[in-house]
């Protein structure tokens, strides 16, 4: 059983952060709230994504598993205007997701969440921990765009570097420790990763959204933060790109 109702701009947020890796999905449901733990078809990046139950404006559950087709859950958010509340019912006995909006209706099959398993999480120790906000990387990801196909993310005692070099031109974005929320950096590290899986992840990231990310070298990237007022939290996991000597 599962019924709730939630802000059409928080469902937005959340179902764009998800999409932006895969287009079926897996919801674990239980009275706390709801998960779930996703790898995109490529299998190079991931995201953890869990959802409390005062994320909604109200909130009832049992313990049960929904899959959704978010390009339709995507076609429904479309009919919602800013400040709308959205209700989601389950309807056990079709299969069916009820979502009502005003006085519009929509009933949407379920998917099958029989060959869906939950992505085992990798357990990292990273040894750099940056805090900033995502416009910083977002104009960061518009001045390296078209220049090359990965993306090298440093970061060092002073301060945190984006960058991207290719065979003719390079952009990068430094941003000094006294202009990051935080920085936990005792070494210099470095990773590359693809530039258009970076690019799709921090541009799917809310403006204003303050993000943590979590460096090695030539390890992924862990990037965490909020949404919902800190109700709902987000982890994406990105594999870096290794370069052959």
């Known amino acids: 059983m599962f019924k709730a109702e939630i802000k059409s701009e928080t469902l937005k947020g959340l179902v764009n952060i998800i999409s932006t890796l895969i287009d079926e999905v ?16 490529a299998h190079v990046a991931m995201i953890e994504l869990n959802v409390g139950a005062k994320a909604f404006e109200s909130y009832s559950a049992s313990e049960t598993e929904i899959g959704l087709d978010l390009d339709k859950v995507k076609s429904v958010l479309k009919l919602a205007g800013p400040g709308d509340i959205i209700t989601m019912e389950q309807d056990e006995t079709q299969g069916r997701l009820v979502f009502k909006i005003g006085n519009i209706t929509r009933r949407m099959n379920l998917v099958d969440t029989s060959s869906m398993s939950d992505a ?10 940056i805090g900033i906000s995502i416009d910083q990387l977002q104009k960061g990801i518009r001045a390296a765009e078209s220049i ?32 990051l929320v935080s920085l936990d950096a005792s070494t210099p590290v470095c990773s590359l990763f693809p530039l258009d899986y970076f690019s799709n992840l921090v541009k799917a990231v809310p403006s204003g959204t303050e993000v943590v990310i979590e460096l090695d070298n030539d390890y992924p990237v862990r990037m965490l933060f909020g949404l919902a007022n800190g109700e709902a939290n987000v982890c994406y996991f990105l594999a870096p790109r290794i370069e052959s000597d």
Not at 31 to 38: C, F, H, N, T, W
């Open 26 to 41: 897996k919801f674990t449901i239980d009275q706390d709230g709801m998960s779930l733990k996703a790898v995109d078809p």
């Open 120 to 129: 085992k999480v990798p357990q990292l120790t990273l040894s750099a921990k």
């Open 148 to 179: 090359s196909d990965h993306i090298s993310l440093k970061a060092d005692p002073e301060g945190f570097e984006l960058s991207c070099e290719g065979d003719t031109d390079y952009a990068s974005l430094r941003v000094d420790k006294g202009d």
